[in-house]
């Protein structure tokens, strides 16, 4: 049997406890009738006015879900909680960089703090439908805004906070935000990152920002401009803050939050999603999928800014009554072991995170992990990337002690929460996704739309549609159909690629598009370039992505200098800063290396894959698209 075939029996603790036992039966059912699986997860929420139809498939690619029913994910991460014994436990428990920084929300509480924001919101004139921008860091007053948002209708942007300026202001200007929530600044490893700084000079030129709602985090002094912003702190103390906020009832399929993306072309794109398909996608697969139970204590590491996090860390935990676990510091400060402290200080059950960081606390090696006591772990997640088969083990061995599930699950901005994944009572292949979750289905097809057989490579598509899936990209129909319908028209087409084993389970290979993922974080070749363009010495380059031990892909830039212009070892590190500067720290290249010429097609297109393939000194294929000298 070859390895990829060792089929990982789950430890019988995890067996014992699982919430679905007859995970073949799950798929089987649930496969059989999707439509019929979702409406029955769907009766598991509330809803102030049910459904009339499940899917509604009349407009298709633009599908909608539940209907004419009326609800808001806010009723049922936080509300619903506060008639029941659950209004006293932890929703979240919170811990600064500085980890004697403690702050920890009952359901109560919680719901003070989201009432008093939305009344906030309210009085800054925010109403339904409405963009707020959201540019903060792992602080408790990310779940704040997020909540207070959605409370009453308006629809969140979050703008991962290692973003630049520039980058922050393209989202801002796209999606016309009257308002942006930040703070002063941000701790990373013991330095302050000055986002308020960061915001004044993305909004200088945003003529949709009215207000600014400053939150005091590092104590870092700032400029605040009487007209537009406006203290937290003080806000909260004046007679509009204070008291309740009805949480707005709102249509299923109406927005709740859009979040931009990186796709092939420069622009960002921002998939739309909505309140009701998604809180019960979440909900089902939180349940079924990852097996959070609601006495346990929820820890998912990815920052609010990309899709993990809006979904696992906000939402999905307090979907299921459960206590969501934040921690504002990165796995290695200021010691490898500052994860394993706080699993067994908060004695937490699930911790979800990506392969980078389990790959970078793995060369660490093992004591850093062993002297804590981490029993209480049962459920071990990761996404963003594919698990490496070594990975996998440590994680399950050294982290897991062998009595963890370990649970890769694969997913999309677009498609807002998991779609293979491998559940908890499955056998599990380390290296692999998994296999498609209740209700959906996968195929892999070849370039001409027949899917292959088993075991070969091909575009990975989704089957069905699903209940949280994107509606569409902001503000671009056409976009949406012509990126994820029109190539094969009826499967959604997912931008990578995969192969499906003869047990059905899924492989991923990676993109097939100018998509990096960079330490499981998503970055747009054309975003990388246009950084490294806007630097005087460059005329022209291409990033592309190639292996990297522990962060997955890096990004390596090829650039033709401007006239008059050498390069140097200076030159290199000083066009490294200028991307770290001008779009984010994350997507600093790795190198950048000079040429005289770049690889193009006679309509003048750079042929990346050339570049990629000379770095990695394969066959460059087929070149007689190549411009002639
Ligand atoms: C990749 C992140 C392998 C994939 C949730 C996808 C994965 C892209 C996995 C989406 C996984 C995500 N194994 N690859 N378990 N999960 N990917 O939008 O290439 O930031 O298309 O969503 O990440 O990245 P995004």
Known sequence: MTDEN????????????????????????????????????AAELEWSKPWEKVLDDSQAPFYHWFTGART?????????????????KLALIWVGEDTSKVRTFSYFSLNREVEKMANILRSMGVEKGDVVTIYLPRIPEIYFAMLACAKIGAIHSVVFAGYSSEALNARIDDSESKLVITVDGSWINGSVFPMKHIVDDAVKFSPSVENVIVIRNTGTEVTMDPTRDHWYHELGRLPIAQGHCETVQVDAEDPLFILYTSGSTGKPKAAVHTHGGYQVHLSSTMKNCLDIHEADRWWCTADPGWITGTSYVIYA???????AFMAEGSPVYPYPDVWWQLVERYGINGLFTAPTAIRTLMRFGDAWVTKHDISSLRILVSAGEPLNP????????VVGGGRCAVIDNWWQTETGAMQVTSLPAMPKKPGSAGRPIPGQAVAVLDEAGNEVPPGTDGFLVLKNPW?????????????????????YPGYYLTGDSARVDEDGYVWIIGRTDDVIKVSGHRIGTAEVEAAVNSHPAVAECA?????HEVKGNAIHVVAVLANGYEGSRELVADIRAHVSEHLSPIAKPEAVDFVDK???????????????????GEDEGDLSTLEND
Do not use: C
């Not at 799950?26 to 997860?41: R, S």
């Not at 070594?390 to 061995?397: D, I, K, L």
């Open 317 to 323: 935990p307090l979907l299921r009554g459960a206590t």
């Open 390 to 397: 070594e990975a996998w083990r440590w994680f399950h061995e």
């Open 598 to 616: 770049l690889p193009k097609t006679r309509s003048g297109k750079i042929m990346r894959r050339v570049l990629r393939a000379r770095a990695l």
């Open 72 to 88: 808001n994910i806010v009723t049922n991460a936080v509300d619903r909680h506060l008639t029941t014994a659950r209004r006293n």
């Open 6 to 41: 060792a089929l990982i029996r789950p430890p019988q603790e995890v067996l014992d406890e699982a919430n679905v036992q007859d995970w073949e039966g799950l798929l089987e059912t649930a496969g059989a009738d999707p439509v019929a699986f979702w409406e029955q997860e």
């Open 467 to 487: 209940p949280s899936m994107l509606r569409t990209l902001f503000k671009e129909p056409e976009r949406y159909v012509e990126t994820y319908w029109s190539k």
């Open 543 to 547: 990033a592309i992505g190639l292996p």
